[in-house]
């Protein structure tokens, strides 16, 4: 399912909304967990997941062509834990 | 570090209507439908990617030994689907550019 779909078939069901506006709530629904999540936030869904960051420590990468050692930076990256109930239901069969 | 406030779908749906202008019934039912949309594609295997976010999908995992860390014990881990998220470049690029923010006072 891309955005677009989703964007669909939740218009199919918010028929006395346009579907710029649903485009829009969207936006702003993804773009308020990505601000979050920018602020250090952790954005709790109860039986989805919860979105949050965690560092990556600095280490020592390789060139896999070369093999020479390049040193990789500490940075901190986008995490997402899925729900108990998201895994059970995905699980199930 | 103070701990920062945990947001929540109510924070969410207050995000939608106020940036949108949606009635505050509509923006509750549309974030909630949004996540069991979701939901939905990935309990049917299909994953869902949405553009400059990230993409869910769902991935089988076979069996394999674990061992129980306390015990030492040897354990079979049944094999299992499970849903991963992998963030766009676009939001890895933010939250490692919004670093500094972190640590701010808000």
Known sequence: MLRSELVERLQAEFAHLRLSEIEAAVDALLDAIAVAMIEGRRVELRGFGAFSTRVREARTGRNPRTGASVKVAAKRVPFFKPGKELRAHVNRE | ?106
């Not at chain 2, 109510?10 to 069991?36: I, M, P, S």
């Open chain 2, 1 to 106: 570090m103070p701990q920062l406030k945990t947001v929540t779908r109510a924070d969410l749906t207050e995000a939608v209507a106020e940036k949108c202008h949606l009635q505050r019934a509509d923006a509750g039912r549309l974030v909630a439908r949004l996540f069991e949309m979701i939901e939905h594609s990935l309990v049917r295997g299909e994953p869902v990617k949405l553009s400059r976010f990230g993409n869910f999908t769902v991935r089988r995992k076979k069996e394999r030994i674990g061992r129980n860390p306390k015990t030492g014990l040897e354990v079979p881990i049944t094999p299992r689907t499970v849903v991963t998220f992998r963030p766009s470049q676009l939001l890895k690029e933010r939250v490692e550019r919004g670093k500094g923010k972190a640590k701010k006072t808000r």
